[in-house]
């Protein structure tokens, strides 16, 4: 966890240390009222103080400085592959939602996603899928009126 | 009167009952579901209620949240899991007695009790948010800002085990809530160029990822494990006329202390039934039956914990700001669907509050008809498998975040949120938060800005107002207790 810390830590202060300069290009303080850099300036100001305070104390942790016993939390490479598969599923179906359309993208990630939640009966995944994507077509379709992406070629 | 019969009038339509009754018994379903909590629930619920008039979406997220607080007490007496935080406590009494084969009466107990300190808070609610609105509606943008910093400073209480780590939660979110175009100045702030950042991060999607796509995340850890089962057959869910008489000496002071514990901003369910659970046994004349499956450790804990929901939503309609997580997601749903809580909604929309307070109380009834009417089906909500209810989740994430603005890229947004908020949440980062951040900042940056102006850039008049002030010295206070609570160890857990 301390180093996991230390890296999320330091990923905290270098964004912030960019929005601060970034911020650095916008209008400067006027003479009443506040200037758009202000707010922003003080949030990343704020975030490098804690950030710096995070990696700090983790950096002590990790010199066994401190007593606290470190936890080893590490993602097993079972769950690494899940969460792979399962954060590419999500981003071919956002990618091809438009091309392919809600009615089709739609059953193949909630499939997809069982099989990943290690569903083994074909007819539940067939089922599920496939019901549970006409159902909530049905509902936003034609009920809400939200206009869902369409397959091209219908 | 007239103000009663116009809520009365409007929660009974058969329309709006049905959509309080979806939201109560969804709310139940919720929170009785390991993993799933009452927020998650309401970000579920919200691509529906855009849909609705704001009175409806309002009730039904009323009855999402109750339900939800008194869900979680099932799978805490069915198999020792609480399905959300303010239920741990009654795990203490709930799982020995089921374990006796006594589950009905636990969940009847757990029932009775909830409505009785949800009945309590309601009427509470009633009588306090109008008079504090009252006193809010006077505020400038002087004590507005300093209301906000105030609310700012549930950050820390709602930062769970680091206090570090809460703040810079906090500060993510209003490094989130900069970008796009000022409000006050009209400069486009952090969009680089691109058109879709310029209006900033769009909130539901956010909302969406942050608190269900990255608890499917979690979910994907948890496969394996087995399902935990309640195999018993229920019976016997009412208590006798005697242990009621016992029960009701513990249920009203535990609900009056939910109350007052809800309507502090930072504390929260969990904090109010451990409390209650304590005073409970600290007054019983046979403590040593605590922890062994005795009804009042049941009670006090589920009276206190559905005694925060009225409470918490005093600060949350009269002075707009949250009490808990659970109330911090309902802000942004209640801004989503079109409604700013806060003292100028009871003077603008007196009708939404009125339907507001009737289905805060009709939903604590509904939860009694369902509790005690549908116990034998409640074990069959906790064999849902993982691997239908997360998929069917997904999919529904994404169609909400698509549905708001018809835009692909909001899916996107919403994904980018879940894998961001599982690595925050696997490292001990807490999304509260970051909602707060997200909610809060602008309007704090909005009242500084209309103050400055006002004062010709005088910031000296952020300190002139003697209310101002004593928002300032109770977000130190708030800070300094949550700072003192962290280093002290939790003697009650």
Known sequence: MAKANIVIGSIFFLLALLMFAVALDFPKPQVSGLSPRVFPQFVAVCTMIFSAMLIVKNVRLLAGKDTVVQEKKKLDSQFAARFGIFSAAGVLYVLLIDKIGYLIATPILIAATMLLFNEKRWFRVLMVSVLTTLILYMLFRMVFRVPLPRNPLW | MSALIQGLQFVFTPINFL???????????????????????????????????PAVALIMLAGMFCGAI???????????????????ATVLDGYPLAQKGEAGKAIGVATIASTCGGIISTLCLIFIAPQLARVALKFGPEEYFALMVFGLTVIAS????????????????????VI????????????????????????????IGLFAISQIFIELQKIGQPLTIYKQKIKGVLP??????????????????????????????????????????????DKESFGEGNILGIAAPEAANNGTTGGAMVPLLSLGIPGDVVTSVMLGALMLVGLRPGPLMFKQNPEIINALFVGFMTAQFLILALGLLSVRVFPAILRVPSSILFPVILA????????????????????????????????????????????????????????????????GTLFNSPIALFFYAISLASVSYSLMRMKRPNKQH
């Open chain 2, 19 to 53: 959509f309080l009754f979806i939201g109560t018994a969804g709310g139940i379903v919720v929170g009785a579901i390991p993993g799933l909590t009452g927020s998650v629930g309401m970000i579920l619920l919200l691509p529906f209620l855009f849909y609705l008039q």
């Open chain 2, 70 to 88: 008194y869900g979680g007490s099932i799978s805490a007496i069915l198999i020792s899991t609480p399905g959300t935080p303010s239920a741990a």
């Open chain 2, 158 to 177: 709602v930062s769970g085990a680091s206090l570090v780590k809460g703040i810079l939660s906090g500060l993510f979110g209003l490094s989130i809530a």
């Open chain 2, 180 to 207: 796009g175009i000022d409000p006050i100045s009209g400069y486009d702030r952090f969009s680089f160029g691109i058109p879709n950042l310029m209006t900033g991060f769009p909130m539901l999607p956010v909302l």
């Open chain 2, 240 to 285: 006798t006329r005697k242990e009621l008489k016992d029960l009701f000496k513990v249920i009203i002071p535990s609900s009056f202390l939910g109350t007052f514990i809800g309507i502090i901003p930072g504390t929260g369910g969990a904090i109010a039934s451990f409390m209650a659970y304590n005073e409970a046994r600290r007054f019983s004349r």
């Open chain 2, 396 to 459: 529904l994430c994404f169609l909400g975040s698509f549905s708001l603005g018809n835009s692909v890229y909001d899916m996107f947004v919403a994904l980018m949120f879940g894998i961001i908020g599982f690595f925050l949440r696997k490292f001990g980062f807490a999304m509260a938060p970051i909602i707060l951040g997200i909610i809060l900042g602008p309007l704090a940056e909005q009242n500084l800005g209309k103050a400055l102006i006002i004062s010709h850039g005088n910031w």
